[in-house]
């Protein structure tokens, strides 16, 4: 068993995360895959496992809006407004008190910009205590139910003064239909999913596929994982780009090696190189993501990846502005589902990866003993497949030896 595939059924045998998937890959292709645990009591955790990838959706939603940017019929900074009239209902949160809300207009338009990068002032209630407060007072549902009045959530600033992370994207979604004139769900088919190979991605997955679909599980206070039930609603009003896809790792990791190889795989160009270039450059200037406190305990842990780490925002992904010793470059890309499905995409050293399960808290402490250890050793093992071995070494000696004295061979070693 190789080091990765014992790290992974280790860590399930120790019931870190109820079951893994997970996969190494580089611009030109697959480079290790592996496995362990129950998906369901009936199906092995395998590469065709289907999973809620919630928030692995942004990146895949930043990458449909930027195709209508490369395209010229959107620019990062058209008003959301002139696009969607019904935004204009959207205020500024300045306080909750038991007299009611005191909400004021935003001094400044929000952008696609703004939506793409987490600087429009929207915040999810998992995170945010105001926010959370506004939907105990206002009974306003969560946008994962998928009802359009699930969209006004306020903001919490004025647009372009910090950084929270929030709805955003399901807001671009919406500009998205209103100016390609497809629902979001064909759009992402026909201009995405088909083109990359994404053959089991979906907002509604076919029933074959939701056949492998994944137990979604929760640790409760006894320290044992039990199944629960948290998932995108079937056939909403709209479809969000925040956190709507069912997907597996090798769909995935498609779209990440798109993003290695510049906005092309397989011959297939999705965007241009310049405009691939705002998904893998700091998008936020002088701001920096901030640690993000939970609410809500069963959802999620602190979000802190590198402690003492600067981290940005692309358009689509976090990004750390320094070095992680032994593990990704900096201007390496990142983010993750709520459910710890997790990814990063490391330019430098030509690597996409991703671990993936189905379990809360997001960034439990114990996921990510896991996740670290993961990385450290996906470094490792490419670092190890890099080395010199005498076959390989032979075989390009006698490669050079070829290539300098034509029709003079070595004989075999």
């Known amino acids: 068993m190789l080091p990765l595939d014992r790290l992974l059924a ?20 697959v480079v290790w895959r592996g496995s362990a645990g129950q998906a369901t009591p009936s199906r092995a955790a395998a590469p065709d496992t289907l999973f809620r990838i919630f928030s692995m959706t942004k990146g895949i939603g930043s990458l449909a809006a930027l195709i209508l940017v490369d395209r010229g019929l ?48 929207f915040a999810y209630g998992t995170w945010n205590t105001n926010q959370a407060a506004y939907h105990e007072f206002t009974g306003m549902p969560h946008v994962l139910t998928g009802t359009l009045a699930s969209l006004y959530y306020p903001l919490h600033f004025d647009p372009g003064e910090d950084f929270s992370y929030g709805i955003g994207l ?3 979604g919406r500009v998205i239909e209103r100016i ?5 769900d064909h759009f992402c088919q026909e201009e995405i999913f088909r083109p990359l190979g994404m053959v089991d991605t979906a907002f509604e997955p076919e029933a074959a596929a939701r056949d492998r679909l994944a137990d979604l599980k929760a ?74 406190k939970p609410v809500v305990p069963w959802r999620s ?52 990866a991703v671990l993936m399960t189905q379990s809360f808290p997001f960034l439990e ?10 990385e450290r050793a996906v470094y490792q093992h490419l670092a190890e497949s890099a080395k010199p071995s005498p076959a390989n070494t032979a075989a390009k000696v006698a490669d050079v030896l070829g290539r300098r004295r034509p029709g003079v061979r070595c004989r075999d070693t």
């Open 10 to 29: 280790d860590a399930v045998a120790r019931q870190d995360l109820p079951f893994a998937v997970a996969m190494v890959a580089n611009r030109n292709g």
């Open 301 to 352: 842990a602190d979000v802190d990846f590198f402690p003492g780490t600067r981290m940005t925002h692309t358009i689509g992904f976090f990004r750390n502005e320094a070095d992680i010793p032994g593990m990704r470059s900096a201007g390496s890309l990142t983010w993750a589902g709520a459910a710890n499905t997790h990814y990063w995409i490391d330019p430098v050293n030509d690597v996409a």
């Open 170 to 172: 399901d807001w671009a």
């Open 74 to 121: 959107l620019s990062l900074e058209t008003p959301v407004a002139s696009v969607l009239p019904e935004f204009s209902d959207i205020q500024v949160l300045e306080s909750i008190s038991r007299d009611g809300l005191v909400l004021r207009p935003p001094r400044r338009p929000v952008t696609l910009r703004h939506l793409l990068t987490h600087t429009a002032g």
């Open 180 to 184: 390609d004139g497809r629902r979001i």
């Open 219 to 292: 640790r409760g206070e006894d320290g044992q994982f039990a199944v629960t039930e948290l998932s995108p609603t079937r056939y909403p009003e709209f479809y969000g780009l925040g956190g709507s896809l069912y997907s597996t790792a090798p769909d995935f990791i498609r779209f990440m090696r798109m993003v290695l190889n510049r906005g092309e795989l397989d011959g297939q160009r999705m965007i241009s190189p310049e405009t691939i270039e705002l998904m893998t450059v700091n998008q936020i200037g002088e701001m920096s993501v901030p640690v993000m």
């Open 365 to 374: 402490p114990r996921f990510m003993d896991t996740y670290t250890a993961y």
